[in-house]
């Protein structure tokens, strides 16, 4: 019985989910600087404070916000907004660099145009005249 007991604990606590958020007392208040307002970045399974940010409308700039709790000893800066309201508009996105275009394999120098210019042909021998 406590072979199946440990096993379960193990496969329980090695699961995502398990590891999904922090626990009451970690992240209860969210804290950032006057004027700006909260904002959910690459949602994702994890502690909110690694996709929720301070995001300053006028700036158009994201800080990282103060989490407090009862848990912690952390203190948020004198002036800062505990649990500020969700932002209205996303920020500005950066802009795109654009993608390399990829060399074709089968005929070097030549660019890929058609899904089979870019198929990989296996070769057993050295092509000729290389």
């Known amino acids: 019985m406590k072979l199946i007991s440990a096993t379960s604990i193990l496969l329980i606590s090695s699961s995502g989910v398990a590891r999904a958020m922090l626990g009451p007392g970690y992240e209860d208040n969210m804290h ?24 300053d409308e006028t700036t158009d700039q994201t800080t990282e916000a103060v989490w407090t709790g009862f848990r912690t000893q952390v203190e948020a800066p004198k002036g800062w907004i505990e649990n500020p309201e969700e932002c209205d508009v996303a920020p500005t996105p950066a802009p795109s660099t654009p993608t390399p275009t990829h ?13 089979s210019d870019c198929r990989t042909k296996i070769r057993s021998a050295e092509p000729l005249g290389a």
């Open 32 to 55: 950032c600087p006057p004027g700006s307002c909260s904002l959910l970045v690459n949602v994702h399974p994890g502690p909110k404070s690694s996709y929720t940010k301070c995001y």
């Open 103 to 115: 060399k074709n394999v089968d005929k070097p120098g030549g660019l890929c145009t058609t899904d």
